[in-house]
């Protein structure tokens, strides 16, 4: 497979994440329509079929399952 043709099924590829994003978003929108006495995480609860949707601000990159410095990060949570 040449250059070009590996550029033109990325971007086929690509195009077609898109199309199914706004398939989701469409069908989503749909229920919304179709359910306008649920609130959004009701509703998005509802039509992603999950038991739960769990929202976390303010995520941390520090590996929690071992904290060599556990003190110091409890520190710095605090200050937030």
Not at 6 to 16: R, S
Request: charged fraction near 40%; glycine fraction near 2%.
């Amino acid at each position: 497979m040449n250059k070009t043709t590996k550029k033109k099924l990325k971007k086929l590829v690509e195009l077609d994440k898109k199309i199914a994003q706004l398939k989701t978003l469409n069908n989503f929108t749909d229920y919304c329509k179709k359910h306008p006495t649920e609130r959004f995480w009701q509703a998005l609860r509802n039509f992603s079929r999950a038991d739960m949707i769990l929202y976390q601000r303010g995520m941390t990159e520090v590996d929690t399952f071992e904290w060599e410095n556990r003190e110091e990060f409890n520190k710095t949570m605090e200050e937030q």
